[in-house]
């Protein structure tokens, strides 16, 4: 069986590590490696494969920089001809972005399967790139892996089961990474040192989607909301060079404590020894659950609406009120985890499994 797995950004690296390793040692499993280039940087991108143990990709299209229909499109074409040339049994997408959705379909208009992992996710906010791609990805998919039982609702309720396709809830891969990688992070990393940090003794934030970055007065609210926590709290924020640029153009100045983009096992280590997470990002808000920590995210909505159900996350949008009230209740506040929400840490075995017995 040979399968033809396309990443491109920063959580996809991560997600697909997790299942590649799952085929590891198993019996006719041949994985082809696409990276798309969507993200580019060393600590976006090589750092990930270095310490991920990823393999150096078969195939790199170095598509980046570009409009969201231009580099969709070029993807698509570039995709193509490596689907054409290694004539794969299906393609392997991941997650929500354009590398998915340019993947997805460039395998399905030349019938070739589609796998989706991470299927079924809606935030019902179609201004989202996220939101447009992995609908598109998951209509034209055939075996959709969904991580939660909301996903496999969300599908059941837009009449998939009248599509021709196969939906297995299988857990979240973001878990099984998670666990490996704690250990290895928990030996390695360095960054507590490196930063003078101890552990819950800081705040760990990320904020990087585009409705906060690319919309001036969410992004001013927010910026307003973090300076503010920055004078009670020491906040650390791995900066996106999404958000540089946006700071830059809209001449913000961030005063929480600014480092570079980190690699995974340092983001681990970081989720580790973090009293509360501040984010806007998918992966982090279930990372922060893994790792023990109340999150507090900066949308309207999440995919991930079991952690805000179970009280583990809470939505402020990007209102700054809201944001400094939810950290200063969640600063200091035990953590008790009494669900197992994302499978506990073997989707990638069950991905692994359910493809060698079904395709
Ligand atoms: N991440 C990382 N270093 C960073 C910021 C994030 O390793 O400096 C990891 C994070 O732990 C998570 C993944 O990248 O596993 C999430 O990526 P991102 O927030 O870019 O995307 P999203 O999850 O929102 O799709």
């Known amino acids: 069986?040979?399968?033809l797995?396309?990443?491109?950004?920063?959580?996809?690296?991560?997600k697909a590590a997790a299942v590649s390793r799952a085929f590891t040692g198993r019996e006719g499993i041949d994985e082809v490696l696409v990276h798309t280039g969507q993200h580019f940087d060393d600590n976006m991108s090589s750092i990930f494969f270095e310490q991920l143990g990823i393999p150096r990709p078969d195939h790199h299209l170095e598509i980046h920089s570009l409009s969201h229909g231009a580099m969709t499109g070029r993807m698509l074409e570039e995709i193509e001809k490596v689907v054409l040339s290694e004539k794969p049994d299906f393609v392997m997408v991941y997650g929500d972005t354009n590398s998915t959705l340019a993947g997805a379909l460039a395998a399905r208009?030349?019938?070739?399967?589609?796998?989706?992992?991470?299927?079924?996710?809606?935030s019902f906010d179609m201004a989202m790139p996220e939101e447009v791609n992995r609908i598109l990805t998951d209509r034209i998919s055939n075996v959709l892996y969904c991580?939660?039982?909301?996903?496999?609702s969300n599908l059941e309720s837009e009449g998939f089961e009248n599509y021709d396709c196969r939906i297995v809830q299988c857990g979240d891969v973001m878990e099984d990474a998670a666990l490996y990688y704690a250990d290895q992070a928990r030996e390695c990393s360095t960054v507590l040192d490196d930063e003078g940090l101890a552990t819950g003794e800081f705040h760990l934030c990320t904020l990087h989607r585009a409705?906060?970055?690319?919309?001036?007065?969410?992004?001013q609210e927010l910026v307003a909301g973090l300076n503010a926590l920055s004078r009670k709290y020491t906040i650390v924020l791995p900066l996106h060079p999404r958000t540089r640029i946006a700071l830059e153009k809209q001449g913000l100045s961030l005063d929480a404590r600014l480092i570079q983009p980190v690699g995974y096992l340092d983001m681990i280590a970081l989720l580790d020894g973090a009293s509360v997470v501040l984010t806007d990002s998918g992966g982090l808000q279930k990372e922060a659950y893994f790792f023990?920590?109340?999150?507090?995210?900066?949308?309207?909505?999440?995919?991930?609406?079991?952690?805000v159900e179970h009280g583990f996350n809470v939505l402020v949008g990007a209102d700054r009120e809201k944001l400094v009230a939810a950290v200063d209740?969640?600063?200091?506040?035990?953590f008790v985890r009494n669900i197992e929400l994302y499978g506990g840490g073997r989707a990638a075995e069950r991905i692994a499994d359910d493809l060698i017995a079904n395709v």
């Open 329 to 334: 209740q969640a600063s200091g506040k035990p």
């Open 292 to 307: 023990n920590k109340y999150c507090v995210t900066m949308r309207d909505q999440t995919e991930w609406v079991e952690t």
């Open 5 to 14: 797995t396309i990443v491109g950004a920063r959580p996809q690296f991560i």
């Open 1 to 3: 069986m040979k399968i």
């Open 147 to 152: 991580p939660t039982d909301t996903a496999v």
């Open 211 to 219: 409705e906060n970055t690319d919309d001036p007065g969410r992004l």
């Open 109 to 122: 208009k030349l019938h070739v399967d589609v796998v989706h992992v991470e299927a079924g996710l809606r």
